[in-house]
Structures are given as C-alpha cells and as structure tokens.
Nanobody, 115 residues
C-alpha cells in the first residue's frame, strides 16, 4: 500500500509564495509520474503540475511561469514551489503518484490565497 503525505499548505496573501511537499511511502518498485492536482469549491479537479523520474515536467496553463515542480527520486518526494499566488489559486492541493498498479492520492492540503 502506498501512502502520500502532503505538507506546506496554509493561508498566503496574494502575490506571496508557498512550497508544498509530498512524501511517498510503502512498497514502490517503480513509478512513472508524480504530480499535483487541485480542486477549488464548485470546480472540477485540475492538473497543476506533473513530473517524471527523469525530470520531465508539465504544467497546467493557469500556473505556467509561476509554479515549479521538482522531485527527489531517492526518497520519492515531490515539491511544488508556488510564487505570485493569486486568489484564484485557492484550492485543496492533492499529491499523486502514478505506477503501473494504478494511481495513489494524498489527502490534500488547503491553500487559501487571501488578504
């Protein structure tokens, strides 16, 4: 069983920065992507950023140029550095891990962006 534990969420002012972390544990022989999704109240869940073990990253259009995803393959950890945050970035952010066996999700961490 795979567990994903997110941390780093919290209230931030518009224009501010925040760094989310996600650590995976359990029996993980291999994985082909880790990422972050978010869901705002009343909205569908959307992809924020994904990264492969080789470091290939992809981003949702709304966060390109402001968010950066990175990973550590040795301890299967992924980070999301967010800068220039906007009120519309307010959401619950979820970490994901994709393996051949399927996808695992964290419980989510809240990121309210408000003054």
């Amino acid at each position: 069983q795979v567990h994903l534990v997110e941390s780093g969420g919290g209230l931030v002012q518009p224009g501010g920065s925040l760094r989310l972390s996600c650590a995976a544990s359990g029996t993980i022989d291999s994985w082909y992507a880790m990422g972050w999704y978010r869901q705002a109240p009343g909205n569908q869940r959307e992809m924020v950023a994904r990264i492969t073990p080789g470091g290939r990253a992809s981003y949702g259009d709304s966060v390109k140029g402001r968010f950066t995803i990175s990973r550590n393959t040795a301890n299967i950890t992924v980070w999301l550095q967010m800068v220039s945050l906007k009120p519309e970035d307010t959401a619950v952010y979820y970490c994901t891990l994709d393996r051949l066996e399927g996808s695992s999700w964290g419980q989510g961490t809240q990121v309210p962006v408000s003054s």
